[in-house]
């Protein structure tokens, strides 16, 4: 526990906190219905997409994740995983945005049901229930209210991702795309106000040099070649991400999706250099930490920041986290309701139906998060897991299915994501990462290789969808 909380702290956090409560019941006035509850309406501006992508993609990865890389390898952190991540999606917003805009499914797995047929919709749905835990966000408010009053991580845990059910249940997209408005004002002003003391603490560059290892400054740090193929991968998860393709369909068109991801690319950018100097900054501060680089980075924060503006420090970084969880959470829940129940149980389900289990469902994801989320030492370990998951299972088949021009079969669909999924948690819980290899490493390109051999067999989907006879 922190010796430079002040009560005043404590204030700034529970304004923000009654902020975003407000501002979600505020907005559920704007839900008339489903469409409005699952999609915002499909109306969405350009500030909008672009605030609610920017906020979204920043969860613990992005800030813990980033500035833990960077306090353990140095600038590696920002060359091996900020650059690669962010101008891969350059083509993401290019002709993969656009392409979502113009279907008419707004989930992973409805899409992947057009695509192919409905067991592999129901596999990713599967897929993207365990990833709309979030268990890594979890894992850092942990941290931070572990850090600042000593309490037990899963207490905090607990009580952030109860604030974010509670909002997003009142208005669904709506309360999550302005609450995400807010807190992307937030995280941005707040991080670049740290940036400036510790920054000036350290003596700039000259005093880094002095403090922290050679090695930090090398493009690659002291990392291997898997450790950075690893990092260069988690960069394309993006490709199959459930929350950006909400975001794509929920736009008023497709040329704002397109605008909106590339105008994120730029914020992005800056984003990552800032918080890769203020891991920097922590190495240099706090050496001593370097078992614990989290917590290291959060007293940085503490130690050099007045009474109230530590708190909207910490609210700033809050602001990342809880506006990834209540995205991810709306879209695991989503998917339970439309790719699931509904299609398997409820084929009549009226609109006041579907947003009831829609919010029921958010509860569920929100409370197994908690319970699994402690099982991970450190924010990264998280991140690395469960992004390797949905990586290796999602990416071939996702992609595949919207660009593949050769032969495209049900089993080829279905074949990659089980492989990816079934390697992966074989690979680290049944095999206990055989020769320290990580298991993205294998499942990945088992998922690929899959996707390929299966489309071998069964009828082309395309051929059957042409040879359809024509309804009268």
Known sequence: MVENWHVLDWLAVALYLGTMIFVGWYVARKVKNSTDFLMAGRSLTYPMVVATLAATWYGSGAVFGTAQLAYTSGIAAFIVWCIPAHLGRIPL????????????????PALLGRLYAKPVAILGALLIL??????????????MG???????????????????????????????????????????????????????????????????????????????I??????????????????AYQRFGASNNAGTARRAYLTCLLIWLAFDTVITMLGLCARSLYPELIEQPNIAFLTMAIDNLPPFLTGLYMCSILAVIMSTMSSFYLVGATTMTVDLVKPLFMPHMNDKQQITLTRLFMVVIGLCGVLMAFQFKTVLDAVIFLGGLYLAS?????????????????????????????????WKFILGTPFGVNAMLV????????????????????????NAPVSK
């Open 93 to 108: 917003a290019l002709w993969v945005a656009p392409k979502v805009r113009g279907l008419k499914e707004t989930t992973i």
């Open 130 to 143: 365990c990833f709309s835990t979030r268990i890594m966000d979890i894992v850092s408010v942990g941290f």
């Open 146 to 224: 572990y850090t600042v009053t000593g309490l037990p991580n899963w207490i905090t845990g607990a009580v952030i991702v109860g604030v974010v059910i509670v909002y997003s249940l009142f208005g669904g997209l709506w309360s999550v795309v302005m609450t995400d408005v807010l807190q992307f004002l937030l995280m941005t002003t707040l991080t670049l106000l740290l940036l400036v003391p510790v920054w000036n603490l350290v003596g700039g560059f000259d005093g880094l040099s002095a403090t922290i290892p050679a090695e930090h400054f090398r493009p690659t740090g002291d990392m291997t």
């Open 226 to 243: 898997g450790q950075m193929l690893i990092f260069f991968l988690l960069g394309f998860q993006v490709y199959a991400d459930p929350a």
């Open 394 to 426: 999602a990416f071939a088949p996702v992609l595949g299915g919207l660009f593949w021009k050769g032969r495209l079969t049900v089993a080829g669909g279905f074949c990659s994501m089980l492989v990816g999924m079934g390697v992966t948690i074989v």
């Open 443 to 466: 499942a990945l390109p088992a998922s690929i290789a899959f996707f390929f051999i299966g489309n071998m067999f069964g009828e082309d989907i395309r051929t059957r969808t042409a």
